[in-house]
């Protein structure tokens, strides 16, 4: 089946702790995004990246970081600099012909 | 710049009434439009999208939109709403080869039996 994973559905960390959130897509898209979601926010981006090697800072990429080492996967990491990372963390994905973008199901963080 | 403003966060109806959520954008170009569905603890699913042409759109399980210019609207209807209806819905917008999609902050629908 073709689609978008993200690993694990939830996440409890510590404190001060990074943590690496995972997305995997296999649907050949050259795009793919990370969101946050908070309660009556809805999404805002993270961080973008168009093909391997490269991404773009979003409206709120302080406290995150990511990589785009294969077309396939775009690992998303909240570090300890982030102030409040408990949320709802979306993957996205896009083929660059058309401008639709395709979600995962999310994975929950709490950060305790 | 660009920006979607959802009109109530909390919309209820009854079995087989009428469903109407309401969207407002602001874009200085032509705007591409989209309506997600979010179920609880899951991911986006595309219900329906607005790019060019036609400016009434039908999408997945029998809801449609209708794009007017002069209104800035966008709003998404279904004749007979269902209990399954009962989800977050969320409007948003980009441009033609943009990368960033700007999201409203949703309208939780409740479907009363």
């Known amino acids: 089946d073709g689609g978008i994973t993200q690993s694990p559905k939830y996440l409890f960390r510590k404190e001060g702790q990074n943590v690496t959130l995972s997305c995997e897509q296999n649907?050949?898209?050259?795009?793919m995004y990370w969101y946050r979601q908070d309660p009556g926010q809805g999404l805002r981006l993270i961080y973008y990246?168009?093909?391997?090697?490269?991404?773009q800072k979003g409206d709120i990429a302080e406290g995150y970081s990511v990589s785009r080492e294969k077309k396939e996967s775009f690992p998303l990491t909240v570090t300890s600099a982030q102030k409040n990372p408990t949320a709802f963390y979306l993957c996205?994905?896009?083929?660059?012909?058309?401008?639709?973008?395709?979600f995962g199901p999310g994975t929950r963080l709490t950060v305790l | 710049a660009q920006s979607v403003t959802q009109l109530g966060s909390h919309v209820s109806v009854s079995e087989g009434a009428l469903v109407l959520l309401r969207c407002n954008y602001s874009?200085?170009?032509?705007?591409?439009l989209f309506w997600y569905v979010q179920y609880p603890n899951q991911g986006l699913q595309l219900l329906l999208k607005?790019?060019?042409?036609?400016?009434l759109v039908k999408g997945i399980n029998g809801f449609e939109a209708e794009f007017k210019k002069s209104e800035t609207s966008f709003h998404l209807t279904k004749p007979s709403a269902h209990m399954s209806d009962a989800a977050e819905y969320f409007c948003?917008?980009?441009?033609?080869?943009?990368?960033?999609?700007?999201f409203g902050t949703g309208t939780r629908l409740t479907v009363i039996p």
């Open positions: 649907l050949n898209h050259d795009a």
């Open positions: 948003a917008v980009t441009q033609t080869g943009a990368n960033n999609l700007f």
């Open positions: 996205a994905s896009r083929w660059t012909g058309t401008d639709t973008q395709y």
């Open positions: 990246s168009q093909i391997v090697n490269d991404f």
């Open positions: 874009s200085s170009v032509p705007p591409y």
């Open positions: 607005y790019t060019t042409g036609a400016t």
